[in-house]
């Protein structure tokens, strides 16, 4: 009867498995709901910031910088962040 032991012992194993990765998966599926809300609540700031170096590009029309053209044939686009410090880390 010691594959009857195995097979229960292997049932098990495989259940414990399928629990840890049920609880992964709810931790990684809590963080991806809170990152986006950071990014929803983030998108107003975001918005405001892009009128703003809109107005600055406006602001002075013959003043042109290479960073503030439009390159249509662009295959990479570079992006400016605004951060605090909050946090320390990252």
Do not use: W
Not at 28 to 51: C, F, G, I, W
Request: proline share 3%.
């Amino acid at each position: 009867m010691a594959a009857g032991k195995e097979i229960r012992g292997k049932i098990k194993s495989v259940e414990n498995t399928k629990k840890i990765t049920k609880a992964m998966e709810m931790v990684a599926a809590s963080k991806m709901r809170k990152a986006q809300d950071r990014m929803r609540a983030a998108r107003p700031y975001a918005d405001k910031v892009r009128q703003i170096t809109g107005n600055l590009s406006k602001a002075n029309p013959e003043y042109t910088h290479p960073f503030m053209k439009v390159n249509e044939g662009a295959k990479t686009t570079g992006f400016v962040v605004v951060t605090t410090d909050k946090g320390l880390c990252g």
